[in-house]
């Protein structure tokens, strides 16, 4: 379907239910198979004018209001979201918290956000009011909140709905940062943000029959924007299933694609990863992945090797390789900074390790040694536009330069909400020449080459050992292939300060399987292996390892990795440990001489 220009998000909506009232929008799958309801585009308008409605009355134009729903009550969500566009409220889309650390964040969004109403559904609202209750008699520093539960308001109120017009640039609504590295920060969206992101979608896609699967959180930006907004953008329809049902089953994944023939539907590395590792041949008989024609992924890192093995098992299913679309972006730029081209494989290079660890890209052919594998994620999206800038010069790196990533586009948003230090630091970045040309600082590292965006790691985890930069996702990969024990995409990479010296520290999950006949003589094998690996294939020494119960590691619910988190559970002896290896004084590596561990020599 052709997309005009639209002002706002209320007008997108709008039109979409007066020219296609009758056609379904959004289909919810519970336990990941079965149809148990379904939104049309008439019926989302007249929802979210209800909402709307109750919303005017105890609110205000520019007011923030907390939405807090369950996995399984995605459609209630979604007209709680455009409710609170049609009110011209702020939207705050947030989980109900579910441990002490969650309530604690719950309430410091609150605080922050100033928020007075929060929007939830009727099965939920008697619980969440009691907790609120409990966590506010213990502090005299939370505000009163109102809660109203969206599914109990009548249509009939969407009547007394007054339609506002709300300019493009305005808020529509925050979306926090992951905190995989530091604290979450309320991202602003705007109006125009999003249209700009699905306008740009469209345009990368113009032929699509859009035909969605989407697993994804709505509270995380890939969720929301690719799964919520661009079906509305595009007039098309899409199928949602809980996370929950897909992590404990991702062959539901696979067999809901199959069923509703899903084109497009994704979501973060580690999904095909866990695809490879726990489906089983029996339970996808007759799966057909030929409809899927982009299989997005976007998480860090995107490793070569999940492509890989993802395509070798599905493809006798119809998955082809060139339906995997990778693409880079951030809270911050509301979803998108650059992708691949369409139907064509992303394009793999082959670098100089060392030269990468001293910012510089060196290509060298597949198999010499010290060769590293990156994979591009692609061009930037329309009408933005990327550089790289060294982070200490701010100037623009040579050609050959690993540097940070700087971003201008009509899609990124502007600001941080009531965080004026940051906003500067991050979203008003200028170059040492004195241009005036403000650009999005990402805080990640990477190069361009041919027009195509390799990211090489964060700019805030880069460590340095013995004068030389290492990025964790290196050092988290080595551990992992380390010993058949250990499991993948599970493990953490950071330094700590001991006695003024950088020292490396590895966090590292155990397989569940190897976990059931673990000793002590294999923890010994395992740690050997880890310490041994590290040295022959990057020189440097381990301080400490931590090795994890499983599904144990700190992560965003998107799966990236928490470093920084990871790093202050290990200084506050709060990870969930198996055993715990500290590298005695006695066996500590002189840099000038390698051969003692054993194993060096004969490498």
């Known amino acids: 379907m052709s997309s005009p220009s639209f002002k706002s998000l209320i007008d997108l909506l709008s039109d979409r239910a007066q020219k296609q009232p009758d056609n379904q929008v959004f289909t919810f799958l519970k336990d990941g198979e079965i149809e148990s309801d379904c939104l049309t585009y008439q019926t989302l308008d007249g929802q979210a004018r209800a909402i709307a409605a109750s919303l005017q009355s ?108 709300i300019d493009r640039d305005a808020i529509a609504y925050f979306q926090y940062t992951s905190g995989s590295t530091g604290i979450p920060k309320a991202v602003t969206i705007s109006h125009s943000n999003v249209l700009q992101n699905c306008a740009n979608f469209q345009q990368i896609f113009p032929t699509l029959d859009f035909r969605g699967l989407n697993w ?15 079906t509305i953008y595009a007039g098309a329809c899409t199928a949602l299933m809980s996370p929950i049902a897909v992590f404990q089953n991702p062959s539901r994944w696979l067999k809901a694609i199959s069923t509703h023939k899903a084109t497009i539907s994704g979501g973060p590395n580690f999904i095909y990863d866990l695809c490879v590792q726990r489906v089983k041949p029996e339970q996808i008989t007759n799966l057909d992945l030929s409809s899927w024609e982009i299989a997005g992924n976007a998480a860090e890192p995107i490793r070569p090797e999940t492509l890989e093995n993802f395509t070798a098992l599905f493809a006798p299913y119809g998955f082809r390789r060139e339906a995997f679309y990778l693409s880079y972006g951030m809270a911050e730029a509301t979803l998108g900074i650059s992708g691949g081209a369409v139907k064509e494989r992303s394009a793999i290079q082959f670098v100089d390790e060392q030269a990468l ?16 594998r990156l994979i591009s994620c692609g061009h930037p999206w329309p009408g933005n536009r990327v550089i790289i800038v060294n982070p200490k010069t701010l100037t623009p790196c040579l050609s050959d330069g690993v540097g940070e990533i700087w971003v201008q586009g009509a899609g990124l948003s502007r600001s941080y909400w009531h965080r004026p230090e940051e906003t ?102 395992i740690i050997g292996a880890i310490r041994q690996t590290m040295v022959m294939q990057h020189l440097v020494e381990v301080y400490a390892i931590a090795l994890l119960k499983p599904a144990t590691l700190p992560k965003t619910l998107s799966g990236k990795v928490q470093r920084r988190r990871c790093r202050d559970q290990f200084l506050a002896g709060t990870l969930t440990v198996i055993e715990q290896w500290f590298c005695p004084i006695s066996e500590r590596l002189d840099p000038t001489d390698l051969t003692s561990l054993p194993g060096i020599q004969e490498a």
């Open 58 to 165: 105890v609110t205000s134009v520019g007011e923030r209001v907390l939405l807090v729903y369950p996995f399984n009550a995605s459609l209630e969500f979604i007209a709680a979201l455009f409710g609170c566009f049609y009110a011209g409220a702020i939207a705050i889309p947030t989980r109900p918290p579910q441990n002490t650390e969650e309530c604690a964040d719950f309430g410091f969004r609150i605080q922050e956000c100033q928020v007075g109403i929060a929007l939830t559904c009727g099965a939920l609202i008697d619980k969440l009011q009691n907790s609120w209750l409990e966590w506010l008699a213990e502090s005299l520093d939370r505000p009163q909140l109102s809660w109203i539960a969206t599914d109990l308001i009548s249509l009939d109120t969407g009547s007394n709905w007054q339609k506002r017009e």
């Open 216 to 230: 994804l959180p709505l509270t995380h930006d890939m969720g929301l924007v690719a799964g919520i907004m661009q």
């Open 357 to 372: 660890e001293q910012n510089r890209v060196v290509m060298v052919a597949e198999g010499q040694p010290g060769a590293r």
């Open 424 to 525: 500067e630091q991050t979203f008003q970045a200028y170059l040492s020449d004195g241009s005036k040309d403000a650009f999005l600082r990402t805080g990640d590292l990477g190069f361009l080459y041919n027009n195509q965006l390799f990211i090489t790691g964060r700019l805030k985890d880069m460590m340095i050992f013995w004068g030389r930069n290492f990025y964790p996702q290196t050092l988290e990969q080595t551990s992992e292939n380390s010993h058949p024990a250990l499991s993948a995409n599970a493990s953490a990479a950071f330094s700590v300060d001991v006695n003024g010296e950088e020292r490396l520290v590895i966090a590292q999950e155990v397989d569940r399987h190897a976990l059931r006949k673990l000793n002590s003589e294999q923890i010994a094998e």
